[in-house]
Each structure stands twice: as C-alpha cells, then as structure tokens.
C-alpha cells in the first residue's frame, strides 16, 4: 500500500503536512462542504485546518459574489485546498 503517489517525479515522498507547508502565502482554492469556493491567499492554516486567507473571495455556482481583505474559515467546513492556477492578479 505504500508508493502510490502517482506522477510526482523526484524521490522524495511529500505527505499532505509537506504540502500545506508549501502552500502558503500563495493562491488557493478552498471548497467548503456546501459547494462555495474561497479563492485567495492562504496565510496560515492550523492542525485542525482551520484556515486564514488574505484577499479572498467567494464564488457561489462559479459566480463571484463577495470580496473580502481578510477571511477565517473553520476547518470541519473544508472539503479540500487546491493550489490556484490563476494568480489573482486580475482586480489589482
């Protein structure tokens, strides 16, 4: 049941902590378990995956519909955190 990493090259196994630690301070996607997606900056994020984002914004059916400077999203809310592949260089 080990080496199932699929596609990752180098030799190095990189578990989720490794790539959380990676992530920050750069663009992510957080779904929610109720379907809504916060894009932003991940600032920092705790063992519980609650989670701190700067310039964020909320996308409710792929539609943005808030902008927030600062967020805070409990960690039971998250289905997942995906690395962007935008940056969100388009409102500055």
Do not use: H
């Not at 196994?13 to 920050?24: C, G, M, N, Y």
């Amino acid at each position: 049941m080990s080496g199932g990493g699929g596609g990752g090259g180098g030799g190095a196994v990189k578990t989720p902590a490794d790539f959380l630690k990676s992530i920050r301070g750069r663009p992510v996607v957080v779904k929610l378990n109720s379907g809504v997606d916060y894009r932003g900056i991940l600032a920092c994020l705790d063992g519980y995956m609650n989670i701190a984002m700067e310039q964020t914004e909320e996308y409710v059916n792929g539609q943005l519909k808030n902008k927030y400077g600062d967020a805070f999203i409990r960690g039971n809310n998250v289905l997942y955190i995906s690395t962007s592949k935008r940056t969100l260089a388009e409102g500055a």
